[in-house]
């Protein structure tokens, strides 16, 4: 049985079609709360201040001003009231203005999605914020929670191996950043890279993931070639200093230059605004490698591809997760490949999930692979438990189908 609500509870909505803004106030006070309508954004800002409602429904698609400003003007006023989201628009846009109440520390109740029923109105104006389950995907992520993250060392590398698409050999690993919350558990850096990139944290995070890769390769693998991929946003790629920098701390840890990757996405390495041809072209004077991330997702020209000093390209995912199924992405493989090669780069596909996709890459004459096929992200600790396991596989594959034409290739690892 549900319970009713208080009826001290003062619901304020803001939709700029009356009859709707009517609708929600009946269903409303049918819950016996107290319920005013408003058409505009003036309005309602105005009965806010002087009617303090508890309660707030805001259409996020209105005319003359979007509910996405509305709930950022709410923030400024550090509004108390619980918000209620109520638009007729698709889920991916509720879900960022969703985001967005969170990210101000706004209450937020949740979404009430268009055409609505009288007892999901209800169900949203009785919940008690307990109520609702702890989602751990939807704690905010700010700057100042990135922030403390970083004093108390919750950020961690972790290790993606990359192999020789013929033999299987073992060429390096991408360094991914993760995120330990106390609360959330682990976030990933699809969640906190933007944070970091639109607060300025990006740079001492770059500087973390190059010091904790750069002295565990130094510290794990002194004596072996394998190398290590930075991933460098387009903020740091800005920044003129970064050779100097980098190659000061491969002579720290006394590493050589050619093991260190660093990947630039298509966009950025492109982008004529930023520094990132300058920096780009130091660090491949300095004898670093220098990746172009993501490729086939950006639109670089083959003029600006062929300008740029690469050394290796990385096939986007997208395409080789659906190799098997689609013409099309093995026609952007391939040709990636062979424009690779007479550029004279390596070529490397990542979001490789299965054998038979391995195989396909290794029969086109793709160099490297990395995907969850051959192993996910791992702490540095368990990379040596991956290479014991990896060389068994190998070795047991040959002659069997668990790497094809892996195994009957395999070299030393
Ligand atoms: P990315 O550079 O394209 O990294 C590859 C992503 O694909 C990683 O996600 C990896 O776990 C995932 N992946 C690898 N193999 C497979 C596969 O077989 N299947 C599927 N479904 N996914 C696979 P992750 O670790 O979540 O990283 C996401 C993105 O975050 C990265 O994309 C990169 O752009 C960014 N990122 C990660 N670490 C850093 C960092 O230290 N600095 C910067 N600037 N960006 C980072
Ligand atoms: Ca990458
Ligand atoms: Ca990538």
């Not at 990947?263 to 004077?285: F, G, K």
């Not at 029969?363 to 051959?374: E, F, K, N, V």
Request: hydrophobic share 45%; proline share 5%; aromatic share 6%.
């Amino acid at each position: 049985m549900l319970s009713l609500p208080d009826p001290a509870m003062r619901l304020l909505i803001l939709d700029d079609q009356a009859d709707v803004g009517q609708v929600i106030a009946l269903a409303a006070r049918s819950a016996t709360c107290e319920a005013r309508a408003t058409t505009n954004a003036d309005a309602f800002f105005q009965t806010l201040d002087a009617w303090s409602p508890t309660h707030l429904v805001i259409d996020l698609v209105m005319p003359d001003m979007d509910g996405v400003e509305v709930v950022r003007r709410l923030a400024e006023r550090g509004c108390r009231a619980r918000i209620i989201i109520a638009s007729g628009v698709g889920s991916r846009i509720l879900d960022s203005a969703r985001r967005l109440a969170i990210e101000h520390n706004l209450d937020f109740a949740g979404v009430l999605a268009k055409p609505f029923t009288p007892r999901a109105l209800r169900a949203l104006l009785i919940d008690v914020p307990q109520a609702v389950p702890f989602d751990p995907l939807t704690i905010a992520v700010t700057a100042s929670e990135l922030q403390l993250a970083l004093t108390r060392h919750e950020l961690q590398v972790y290790y993606q191996p990359k192999v020789h698409c013929s033999g299987g050999q073992l060429a390096g690993f991408e360094a991914l950043l993760r995120w330990h919350h106390p609360i959330a558990g682990t976030i990933l850096p699809d969640r906190f890279i933007p944070v970091a990139e639109s607060s300025g944290l990006i740079r001492p995070i770059t500087d973390l993931v190059v010091e904790q890769s750069f002295a565990w390769l130094a510290r794990s693998f002194a004596d072996a070639d394998w190398s290590i991929s930075v991933n460098l946003s387009p903020l740091v790629l800005n920044d003129l200093g970064l050779a100097d920098r980098l190659l000061a701390r491969s002579r720290q840890h006394a590493i050589d230059p050619k093991r260190l990757i660093f990947e630039a996405t298509e966009t950025s390495a492109m982008d004529q605004s930023i520094n990132s041809l300058d920096v780009l072209t130091r660090l491949r004077l300095n004898g670093f490698q220098v990746s172009i991330d993501d490729f086939g997702t950006g639109y670089s020209s083959m003029a600006q591809l062929v300008r740029m000093p690469f050394s290796e390209m990385k096939i986007d995912k997208s395409f080789v997760m659906s190799a098997l199924q689609s013409s099309e992405s093995r026609a952007i493989i391939e040709a990636t490949v062979a424009l690779g090669h007479s550029l004279g780069l390596c070529v490397t596909a990542e979001g490789v999930e299965d054998a038979a996709t391995l195989e396909y890459l290794r029969m086109i004459g793709c160099d490297l692979a990395q995907g969850y096929y051959l192993a996910r992200a791992i702490p540095g600790n368990e990379v040596g438990a991956w290479i014991t396991g990896y060389r068994s596989r190998l070795a047991a594959a040959v002659g069997s189908p668990v790497l094809p034409g892996i195994g009957a290739r395999l070299s030393a690892v």
